[in-house]
């Protein structure tokens, strides 16, 4: 992962640790989704990100979001360098959905994606 666009994940899981410590959970999920938009093309960090919206779904009690995430956690690891639909939140949508990209992030993963080898 790019140094910049690992910064900007980092930055959204500590967002998320903030709000969870908070216990302002919508937030924490908010950038969960923000983080997994960033990640989804790096398996490893793809499905750590699914790791923590499994543990936030647990802690809540949403026993919906503790499956689907438990599926997409194993699928993020065999399917992130294949195929990933842009801009998924990776929860409560499709995980077949192609979804606009906030602003901020397209600019982050446009800038990671010029620098790829």
């Given amino acids: 992962m790019h140094s910049e666009l690992k910064a900007?994940?980092?930055?959204?899981?500590?967002?998320?640790?903030?709000?969870?410590?908070?216990g302002d959970f919508q937030t924490a999920f908010t950038h969960l989704e923000r983080a997994h938009i960033l990640s989804q093309r790096y398996a490893l960090a793809h499905a750590a990100t699914h790791l923590r919206m499994l543990r936030l779904g647990w802690r809540t009690r949403d026993v919906r979001e503790v499956l689907g995430q438990s599926?997409?956690?194993?699928?993020?690891?065999?399917?992130s360098r294949i195929w990933v639909p842009l801009g998924n939140t990776g929860a409560n949508i499709s995980a077949f959905a192609p979804m606009p990209v906030p602003e901020d992030l397209a600019v982050?993963?446009?800038?990671?994606?010029g620098r790829r080898d």
């Fill in 108 to 113: 982050v993963l446009s800038e990671a994606e």
């Fill in 8 to 22: 900007s994940d980092l930055t959204e899981l500590e967002a998320t640790r903030r709000a969870e410590g908070a």
């Fill in 71 to 79: 599926i997409r956690t194993i699928a993020a690891l065999v399917f």
